[in-house]
């Protein structure tokens, strides 16, 4: 039987306790965004590919499992265990790393990082996105990406629950 090695992109998973040192080495500015992405769907891709063109690398910051099930979108939430979310994040060639936060924010992995590009969804305005004050505060820049298409994973969940 023939092994093959595991592939090129997991190398784009970063441990927690490893970022500080892995985004320091990353070109900038540096974006970084984060969320569940449970079920990656169009709206997933179209708004990581708009923040990825706001910077020259970005970092993505996925909630745990734990974390997700604490934001109350059903207790079978998250469909995809953050293993899998992790790996096919890091398959997308818009993302230069991505790692995870057990917290309910993700601001220590924003001070970790040290974005100059702080970005989310067009539901977030500016002065609610955790971790603006600090990214503005070091002469960073803050965003919120409009939705180009209205999607969402609960949607596309019912939807498939209603088949």
Not at 64 to 72: H, M, N, P, Y
Not at 140 to 147: C, E, I, K, L, M
Request: include cysteine; hydrophobic fraction near 45%; charge should be neutral.
């Amino acid at each position: 039987m023939t092994t093959y090695p595991a592939p090129a992109f997991e190398a784009k998973i970063c441990p927690p306790d490893q970022l500080a040192a892995r985004a320091a080495a990353l070109p900038r500015p540096l974006v970084f965004t984060n969320g569940c992405f449970d079920i990656l769907h169009r709206g997933h891709v179209t708004y990581l590919a708009q923040a990825r063109a706001l910077g020259a690398a970005m970092i993505v910051a996925l909630n745990s499992d734990a974390s997700v099930k604490r934001q109350g979108k059903g207790d079978d939430r998250p469909i995809n265990t953050l293993e899998d979310r992790l790996a096919v994040m890091a398959a997308l060639g818009c993302v230069d790393l991505v790692t995870w936060f057990d917290e309910d924010t993700p601001i220590a992995r924003i001070l970790d990082a040290r974005p100059t590009v702080l970005v989310k969804g067009g539901d977030w305005p500016v002065e609610r996105i955790v971790g603006a004050p600090e990214v503005l505060g070091w002469g960073g820049t803050v965003h919120s990406v409009p939705f180009r298409h209205e999607r969402s994973t609960t949607a596309l969940v019912n939807k498939i629950r209603s088949l």
